[in-house]
């Protein structure tokens, strides 16, 4: 079993700041790439922010300059710092992995439960 467990949400006023984290948990045997998706009421589930194992980093046009992912790869923790935050970042926060459970074995995709981000104006 794995697990991904997000926790960092809640109520901020326009222009505020929130991190929220995601810690990996369970049969793992090594991370490929780590992200961060989104999901407002109403809207389709967008990917706001990748991390690769390497630590290349790919974030979508409506993020940029003012969220930064990071991972920490001993933790199998990825974090998102959100800066600037502005009333249409609203949303249901997910976090998500590629991994691999087993040695030898192959990459699996993975959605925690997600955490609620609310931006008041």
């Known amino acids: 079993q794995v697990q991904l467990v997000e926790s960092g949400g809640g109520l901020v006023q326009a222009g505020g700041s929130l991190r929220l984290s995601c810690a990996a948990s369970?049969?793992?045997?090594?991370?490929?790439?780590m992200a961060w998706g989104r999901q407002a009421p109403g809207k389709q589930r967008e990917l706001v922010a990748v991390?690769?194992?390497?630590?290349?980093?790919n974030y979508a046009d409506s993020v940029k300059g003012r969220f930064t992912i990071s991972r920490d790869n001993a933790k199998n923790t990825v974090y998102l710092q959100m800066n600037s935050l502005k009333p249409e970042d609203t949303a249901v926060y997910y976090c998500?992995?590629?991994?691999?459970?087993?040695?030898?074995?192959?990459?699996?995709?993975?959605w925690g439960q997600g955490t609620l981000v609310t931006v008041s104006s």
């Open positions: 998500n992995a590629d991994l691999i459970r087993f040695a030898g074995g192959v990459a699996y995709n993975y």
């Open positions: 369970g049969s793992i045997f090594s991370i490929n790439a």
């Open positions: 991390i690769r194992s390497g630590g290349s980093t």
